[in-house]
């Protein structure tokens, strides 16, 4: 049978060694806070140099000329000369229209006229032989004068006939349709061997995108600001949609004269140059244009600038303590961005450590020197 064993504790020392170390852990912990860490910071100076503010506006792109290409004369299309989606030249052969019919018009209209010129021709020779007869009484006035009227009559036919040889020259030529400007074509609407109608069929259209022209809206109160880039020629990188990189500058060639009524901005189109045709008509984009410039613009990192409940603000070293002072950030560009509310004099902590606070102690330290690269010794040549 097993006997148990039983020791006192004495709990009145247990509870005193506890409490000992309590206090004496509380002790290290109100030291700590008596004697906050000193934070050693580097600061700099704002810096001034030129700086443009640019601001994006959501463009749509569309072609600077559009061509719709339809037929001057009726007929059967014979020919289509051009692959869809390729670039044509300004007077390159795209359709022929069968010219039998045009043809055989024209060789009517110029046997007519010879015909009509050979009677004008014979009323000529008439009116020749009859004027030394009517001066001597030989013939009647009468006579005379009709002779010279149906001379004169056919005269006026043979001017008529000519325009109608001219007519049927120009009718003839309409059987081969070209390209009225350069730029890059669509489908063709109508196959070889349909039969097309004067001034209504579609047979395709032509864009013009070498240069391209980008449609935009500002408000009105950028319109000074916009009147001015378009003096100036200010160039207007292009983005795309999600603004990631750019694709193209352009150029302000249009301000509309009017503000939009109901809109409150102001229509303005762009011109591009789009000589790697990454723009295409249809495409929405992103136009920087300059709204602001200024020549000694006061700048700082980004990551110099504080976000508080009161708004931007930066820190500042006074008498060996952190302080802050808040600060109108103008616009960012990058990671630099355009202040104001501060003087250049005033040194500004940058980079922010973490655990910096207002009021907190903090030693300004000495930015570190670049460690000087060594240059590899050069082997002797052999």
Request: charged fraction near 15%; proline fraction near 8%.
């Amino acid at each position: 049978m097993s006997t148990l064993l039983y020791f006192p504790v004495r709990r009145p020392l247990a509870l005193a060694f506890f409490g000992l170390a309590g206090l004496l852990l509380a002790g290290c912990q109100n030291k700590v806070k008596q004697a906050p860490q000193t934070l050693a910071v580097q600061t700099m100076m704002i810096q001034t140099r030129p700086m443009t503010h640019y601001e994006g506006f959501l463009g749509t792109v569309t072609p600077l000329q559009t061509a719709q290409i339809i037929p001057q004369t009726s007929g059967m299309l014979s020919g289509v000369h051009f692959l869809p989606g390729s670039v044509v030249q300004k007077g390159q052969l795209l359709f022929t229209i069968n010219p039998d019919q045009a043809r055989a018009a024209l060789a009517q209209a110029q046997a007519k006229v010879a015909a009509d010129m050979a009677t004008e021709s014979y009323n000529r020779k008439l009116v020749e032989q009859d004027r030394p007869l009517v001066a001597k009484d030989f013939i009647t006035r009468q006579s005379y004068d009709q002779a010279v009227s149906q001379a004169a009559a056919a005269a006026a036919q043979v001017q008529a006939d000519r325009a109608a040889v001219q007519q049927a020259a120009l009718n003839l030529s309409y059987t081969r349709i070209t390209a009225p400007i350069s730029g890059r074509i669509g489908q063709a609407q109508v196959k070889a061997g349909n039969l097309v109608v004067s001034n209504q069929t579609v047979l395709t259209t032509i864009n013009q995108i070498q240069p391209i022209a980008i449609n935009f809206s500002v408000p009105q109160n950028l319109l000074d600001a916009a009147r001015a880039a378009q003096t100036s020629s200010a160039p207007l990188p292009v983005l795309d949609e999600s603004s990631r990189h750019q694709i193209d500058r352009a150029h302000l060639i249009f301000v509309d004269n009017t503000v939009g009524a109901g809109t409150g901005t102001v229509a303005l189109q762009a011109s591009a140059a789009n000589a790697q045709l990454a723009l295409w008509p249809g495409q929405y984009v992103l136009v920087q244009m300059p709204v602001q410039h200024l020549a000694a613009a006061p700048i700082l990192p980004v990551g110099a600038i504080q976000q508080g409940p009161k708004g931007a603000y930066v820190y500042v070293v006074v008498a060996g303590k952190a302080e802050t002072r808040p600060v109108d950030v103008l616009w960012e560009e990058e990671s630099t961005a355009v202040v104001q509310g501060l003087s250049t004099a005033t040194p500004i902590i940058y980079p922010v450590p973490t655990r910096l606070y207002p009021g907190a102690q903090v030693k300004v330290a000495a930015p570190a020197e670049p460690q000087k690269r060594v240059q590899p010794t050069p082997e002797a040549q052999p």
